[in-house]
């Protein structure tokens, strides 16, 4: 059974910071690309960031430069952390993992992020 469990996530104030994990358990995690997205309130789920198994990495243009993900194939674990927080980062962060782009993949439950002005 694949498994994606995230922790981290909270209410902090504007220009905190907040570091997400995700333990990933049923897959052979060096194998798969893993991600981060986001679904704020009223909007549709976004990138935020991505890793390939080569570890490559892309962010979303709103979170470029504030945000890092990383991830610890040792630990089965990735990683986002966020700096900056901003009130429009507020929503509910997934992580994600999959084999390849031509495969859906695996969710997680998902994880609350709420940034007070």
């Known amino acids: 059974q694949v498994q994606l469990v995230e922790s981290g996530g909270g209410l902090v104030q504007a220009g905190g910071s907040l570091r997400l994990s995700c333990r990933v358990s049923?897959?052979?995690?060096?194998?798969?690309?893993v991600g981060w997205y986001r679904q704020a309130p009223g909007k549709q789920r976004e990138l935020v960031a991505h890793i390939t198994t080569g570890g490559s990495k892309k962010y979303g243009d709103s979170v470029k430069g504030r945000f890092t993900a990383s991830r610890d194939n040792a630990k089965n674990t990735v990683y986002l952390q966020m700096d900056s927080l901003q009130p429009e980062d507020t929503g509910v962060y997934y992580c994600h993992a999959r084999y390849n782009r031509f495969t859906e993949g695996h969710w997680g439950q998902g994880i609350r992020v709420n940034v007070s002005s």
């Open positions: 049923g897959i052979i995690f060096r194998n798969n690309e």
